[in-house]
C-alpha cells in the first residue's frame, strides 16, 4: 500500500506526519484491498484547516473524504471517520450482491400443493 502524505500553503511537522500515517493505517482492518491513500492538508487558512483523504481501492472507483475543523488531527479525525462509512457501504454492498444457493430458493410446486 502506498501513502501519501502533502500539504498545501505550508509545512506538516514529522511528529505529525507520523501521528496522520498512524491513523490512516487504520483504514486496511477495514478493507484488505485498499491500494494507495493520499492525504492532502491544506493550511491556507490557519484557523481552519481542511483535510482531503483518497483512498483508491482495488477494482473499484476513489473513495473521497474532506473536512474543516480546528486542527488538522481533528480534521483527520472528521474524514476517517467518513472514509470507514463509505468502505463499510461498499464492502455490504459487495457482500449482499452474492448469488443464493439452491437450498434458499423455494420450490413452486410446494405452494401450489398447500393451496388445494
Given at each position: ?8 500553503h505550508g509545512h506538516l511537522s ?21 491500494t494507495s491513500i493520499e492525504v ?77
Open positions: 500500500m502506498q501513502l501519501k502524505i502533502s500539504a498545501r514529522p511528529d505529525t506526519q507520523s501521528k496522520i500515517s498512524e491513523k490512516v493505517e487504520k483504514l486496511r482492518r477495514l478493507f484488505d484491498r485498499v492532502t492538508a491544506d493550511l491556507e487558512h490557519r484557523e481552519s484547516p481542511t483535510v482531503e483523504l483518497r483512498v483508491s481501492v482495488e477494482r473499484t472507483e476513489v473513495f473521497v473524504a474532506t473536512e474543516t475543523a480546528a486542527s488538522v488531527l481533528a480534521a483527520l479525525d472528521g474524514t476517517i471517520h467518513k472514509l470507514e462509512q463509505q468502505l463499510r457501504k461498499h464492502k455490504d454492498k459487495r457482500r449482499g450482491h452474492r448469488a443464493r444457493g439452491a437450498k434458499g430458493v423455494e420450490v413452486a410446486e410446494d405452494a401450489e400443493t398447500e393451496e388445494d
